[in-house]
């Protein structure tokens, strides 16, 4: 299956915890989406800002990400692992010169508030994904741009920092 990463999966590390099988593919460009950190978790304890696409009207509008070959028998362990607050969209995205279907997942609106901050840690993982599979510079800037607060959970930060240094 080919599965478009836009967030923190972009971490090859972070997906292979996840999808051992992962494999990347191409890196992907989405028109006519943004990428916000309006996503909210469903762990109760955390109350981050995670990546989400949304429709654009602008014809700018463009979303970076990376293209994985997963396993189809790992699929239901992303899909565990993204929860509730996702849902599975298809989609086509363009890559190396052709189009291609993939899937990914963007929020429910039950789980949209635009008023989150994404974690450090969780920026960290976006950002280093980003540059780990040499997206443009223009759009690593972007990401890393973008505000974010620390998490109360230390346990948690100082796991999530220690992945996000792995390489990609």
């Given at each position: 299956m080919l599965y478009f990463a836009y967030g923190s999966n972009m971490h090859a590390a972070r997906l292979r915890e996840r999808t051992p099988s992962?494999?990347?593919?191409?890196?992907?460009?989405?028109?006519?989406y943004r990428l916000r950190f309006n996503k909210r978790s469903d762990d109760p304890s955390d109350r981050s800002g995670k990546c989400n696409i949304v429709v654009s009207d602008s014809e700018d509008a463009e979303v970076l990400g990376v293209v994985y070959r997963i396993d189809v028998t790992e699929k239901a362990v992303l899909?565990?692992?993204?929860?509730?607050?996702?849902?599975?969209?298809?989609?086509?995205v363009n890559a190396t010169?052709?189009?291609?279907?993939?899937?990914?997942?963007?929020?429910?609106d039950t789980h949209v508030d635009e008023g989150l901050t994404?974690?450090?840690?969780?920026?960290?993982l976006v950002?280093?994904?980003a540059r780990g599979h040499r997206l443009p510079d223009h759009y690593v800037d972007f990401l890393d741009?973008?505000?974010?607060?620390?998490?109360?959970?230390?346990?948690r930060a100082i796991l999530h920092f220690r992945l996000a240094a792995r390489r990609t």
């Open positions: 992962c494999q990347p593919y191409a890196v992907a460009r989405l028109p006519g899909d565990r692992a993204e929860g509730n607050g996702y849902a599975q969209v298809s989609l086509e010169g052709s189009r291609l279907g993939v899937y990914c997942y963007h929020a429910r994404p974690y450090a840690w969780y920026k960290a950002v280093q994904g741009s973008h505000p974010a607060i620390d998490d109360h959970d230390t346990q």
